[in-house]
Every structure is written in structure tokens, then in C-alpha cells.
């Protein structure tokens, strides 16, 4: 099953003073958010299943991509 994980947060930009440009970027979790498991259609997954998946969840950066 493919699923979505939707963490709330946000998004810290850096940006060049003398050019405008931004630097870098990154992704600043809210550990106070629950974090949410919807599937394809957008359905909510209901809390069981969601605990079960994830157990099985690998760790992923938050890494963003710099522009």
C-alpha cells in the first residue's frame, strides 16, 4: 500500500543580502503536531493500521532540495 506521512512544520529560508538569492533551506518539524497517515485518496488511516506502519517506517531526512 502506498500511503502519505504529512508532517506539520516549516520552512526556514536563508537568503543572500547583497543578491537576493536564497542559500539554503530546511525543514523544521512541529513536535507538538501529530503526525498524520492518509492513503492514496486521501483518506485518513485509522490509528491501529497507522501505528503498525509505522513500526515499519525507515528513517528519512527532511532534507529540501536548495534551489
Not at 17 to 38: K, L, N
Not at 47 to 64: F, G, R
Amino acid at each position: 500500500m502506498i500511503y502519505y506521512k504529512i508532517t506539520h512544520g516549516w520552512v526556514a529560508q536563508h537568503f543572500d543580502s547583497e543578491t537576493g538569492d536564497c542559500v539554503q533551506q530546511e525543514f523544521i518539524p512541529d513536535d507538538s503536531e501529530a503526525v498524520r497517515r492518509q492513503d492514496e485518496e486521501g483518506n485518513e488511516i485509522p490509528e491501529s493500521q497507522a501505528a503498525e506502519l509505522q513500526n515499519t517506517e525507515k528513517d528519512v531526512p527532511l532534507d529540501m532540495v536548495q534551489p
